[in-house]
């Protein structure tokens, strides 16, 4: 039924598939507004405001594809007002409106990311043309949005899946379910097994530092005991801690500290500072300490070894983030770079702080401090924040 | 002695899917399979397990959808689903809850985590 109509009426079938367009139109000054509507209102849904601070606020209720704006009004300027929009979201397209021919607004407007400029007083069908090729452009990066992050998921589902398949059946082995092992093959796939985990923690580091470049990494919050996270991340390094023979404790308070936040990501971050602790130190101990201050509202997590320590002049070094996937990045591989790099950028998108504190051969000293939420809500698909984005 | 729970194990991967048949019978749990969202229901429709741990990216029928019409069953609305995730990615949780699910883990599945969940979630 439908494909008939699609053959007899091609333009109807057009039409009911795209969703209409959403713009916003800001302007202070009654009759430039109200003609700018008439102009777009057949072809698209119309919200107007009529200063900034009213725009921003239309912004955060609906799914808005462009704004059209006039940079000259009282309160909010106009300029600040799309520094907002492209704040909460770069591919809102926004076009300029001036009046009087104020060419240095229109330009400061531009290189804050305006697709073009139009001066008043406007000519319909130029307006009616900006408009369509601007919304194009934000189609068509939508679109690059979604298949990239499409993309990253297929490509994570084929790298994890035998990754997934060799550690499983490893670690079945080492547990001896089939058959009882010799000491040379039991050593002998314990280096399968940690070098297997090893891959798998490169191939999640490389993914997560990849969505975090696109920019289209969610926020995921729900509500989590950070003393239980402490404990399963540590888990993972039983073995390599026993190997080595360095001692581990946790110190956390009786109660737990139940937060919410967004628990992969924080556990990554811990994960990876864990990691390079156990890495770097050939003997004595590694210890984490967790304590809730209520005054910042962060959890503040410890992580102090007395392992080979680095030079304070390195420390920042080792947190520079690579600007681009280029040969430099494979000194990072090697070394100490993947992990830390990783735990900065997250602990950033989390709004939290990650200082360092080392000494060569006496011992690093980690804090990471992770704002949190108070349990209110349910689960993280209520959060203001991952709407914004989902929808 | 009581009858030995039932565990419902839903993995289109067939290397994973023994993987995990090993591990459950290890922990003494009676296990049922499954290759996608479809056969699923249908098993779980006529076994009615006392949970069931659910891959999420499947042929057939994904593991979000199979999880949304188990609860629109009577006899599944309150059924224990913990999804399986070969994902680094949060948003698959994210939906997977949304679907659902109690819970989820990631893969490789981890013995000590399928234990934890299995504890949490069916009453023993």
């Given at each position: 039924m439908a494909y008939q109509l699609l053959n007899q009426n091609p333009t109807l079938f057009v039409v009911t598939m795209i969703e209409k367009a959403n713009i916003l139109i800001v302007d202070d000054e009654m009759g430039p507004r109200e003609s700018l509507k008439m102009i777009l209102k057949p072809y698209f849904n119309v919200y107007t405001a009529e200063r900034g601070g009213q725009a921003i606020e239309i912004l955060g209720q609906a799914r808005i594809d462009l704004v059209t704006l006039d940079l000259k009004m009282p309160g909010l300027p106009g300029t600040k007002v799309l520094e907002k929009i492209k704040e909460r979201d770069p591919d809102i397209e926004a076009i300029i409106i001036t009046g009087y021919g104020s060419m240095d607004t229109a330009i400061e407007g531009l290189r804050l990311g305006a697709f073009d400029y139009i001066s008043k007083p406007f000519d319909v069908n130029h307006i009616l043309a900006l408009v369509r090729r601007a919304l194009e452009r934000r189609n068509a990066r939508v679109k690059l949005k979604q298949i990239k992050t499409e993309f990253l998921a297929n490509v994570s589902h084929e790298l994890r899946t035998p990754l997934s398949v060799v550690i499983g059946f490893v670690s079945i082995l080492l547990d001896q379910l089939i058959g009882k092992l010799t000491a040379e093959q039991q050593k002998a796939l314990e280096k399968v097994y940690k070098n297997s985990g090893e891959l798998l923690e490169l191939v999640d580091n490389v993914l997560c530092l990849t969505s975090l470049s696109s920019g289209d990494l969610p926020l995921f919050e729900r509500e989590f005991d950070v003393g239980l996270?402490?404990?399963?991340?540590?888990?993972?390094?039983?073995?390599?801690?026993?190997?080595?023979g360095i001692a581990f404790s946790i110190q956390a308070p009786a109660g737990g500290i139940r937060v919410v936040s967004d628990l992969p990501k924080v556990s990554r971050i811990f994960q990876n500072l864990l990691h390079n602790a156990i890495k770097f130190t050939a003997?004595?101990?590694v210890s984490v300490k967790m304590h809730r201050s209520v005054n910042r509202g962060v959890v503040d997590l410890e992580i102090v070894d007395t392992g080979i320590g680095i030079h304070r002049d390195k420390i920042e070094g080792m947190f520079q983030p690579f600007q681009q996937m280029d040969g430099s990045m494979q000194r990072e591989f090697s070394g100490m770079g993947l992990?830390?790099?990783v735990a900065r950028r997250l602990t950033d998108f989390l709004?939290?702080?990650?200082?360092?504190r080392s000494l060569p051969d006496i011992g690093t000293h980690v804090l990471l401090s992770i704002p949190y939420r108070v349990a209110a809500q349910k689960d993280g698909a209520s959060d203001p924040r991952y709407q914004s984005r989902a929808s | 002695m009581t009858a030995k729970k039932k565990i419902l194990v839903v993995e289109d991967n067939e290397d994973n899917r023994e993987i995990f048949v090993f591990r459950l019978q290890q922990l003494g749990f009676e296990v049922l399979v499954a290759a996608n969202g479809k056969e699923a229901i249908e098993t779980?429709?006529?076994?009615?397990?006392d949970l069931i741990f659910m891959d999420l990216r499947m042929p057939v029928m994904d593991g979000w959808e199979a999880t949304k019409a188990l609860r629109q069953t009577e006899w599944g609305k309150d059924l224990p689903v913990v999804a399986v995730t070969a994902h680094a990615l949060e948003e698959d949780k994210r939906k997977a809850l949304n679907a659902g699910c109690n819970d989820f883990i990631p893969k490789p599945v981890d013995y000590a985590l399928i234990r934890s969940a299995i504890q949490k979630l069916v009453r023993s």
């Open positions: 996270m402490v404990k399963e991340a540590a888990e993972r390094y039983q073995k390599s801690l026993a190997e080595k003997k004595g101990q992990g830390l790099t709004g939290g702080t990650l200082e360092i | 779980a429709s006529q076994t009615k397990p």
